[in-house]
């Protein structure tokens, strides 16, 4: 049954959440370490699960991905009420700058009477759930069940954070920047598989990307600690 299958994803989600927990905040062991120690790890246990495609997702699941609003499909709209949830989160409650301060500064968020360990704990387990939620959304999408579709997402995600934080408020991660970078590279892959290229140049493309992404980035904070 497909509610149970999501259950599931959910649960290990929060599995996942729990030990990447107890590895970066009470072991203290960098968190893109883990990261990207965990994706591996849980990439080859997919593959040893199963090893290509399988077809047969639930007909409601593929319905509901693949649904559209004005012509759009609903991931777009997923993306937008994520982008302003984290917007709105950021810019207007305590938790939102407490994080904020927290990965700007952990140690003097800490001695500002920030509860530090709390907030990123808090937002381990956030970005695990969505993590999951944008995975169930992309099986009932592609309407198939593929351990190879996660690790595309890898480079894409670091350049757009990145890239990102080089507009709207240049110097700083913020939601609405991360919207922008994530139309722009999408825009820029889509446009040369049109002109016919494919295969490599998603690779080319997005490594491109997020080393111009860095560049800008650290250029951007540069000049704002220069000021």
Not at 71 to 95: D, H, K, M, N, R
Not at 144 to 165: E, H, N
């Amino acid at each position: 049954p497909i509610l149970l299958a999501i259950l599931l994803a959910i649960g290990f989600a929060l599995l996942v959440a729990t030990c990447h927990s107890l590895l970066i905040v009470k072991l203290g062991i960098s968190s893109i370490v883990v990261t990207l120690g965990s994706a591996t790890l849980l990439s080859g246990i997919a593959f040893a699960i199963q090893n290509r495609a399988i077809p047969g997702i639930s007909d409601n699941l593929v319905a509901v991905s693949r649904t559209k609003l004005l012509g759009i499909q609903a991931y777009f709209w997923w993306g937008l009420l994520l982008t302003i949830v984290v917007w709105y989160l950021f810019e207007y409650t305590p938790f939102g700058r407490y994080l904020f301060f927290t990965g700007a500064s952990r140690e003097i968020a800490r001695l500002s009477g920030v509860n530090t360990n709390r907030i990123r704990v808090v937002s381990l387990f956030a970005g695990t759930l969505i993590a999951a939620w944008a995975g169930i959304l992309s099986a009932g999408l592609l309407g198939t069940s593929d351990p190879r579709v996660g690790a595309a997402f890898l480079l894409p995600m670091f350049a757009s954070a990145f890239l990102g934080s080089t507009v709207v408020k240049p110097g700083r991660f913020n939601a609405w920047g991360t919207f922008i970078a994530v139309y722009f590279l999408i825009t820029g892959i889509t446009g040369l598989q049109l002109l016919g290229f494919s295969g490599w140049i998603e690779e080319v493309f997005y490594g491109s990307a997020l080393i111009i992404a860095v560049t800008l980035a650290r250029l951007v904070g540069a000049r704002q600690v220069g000021e």
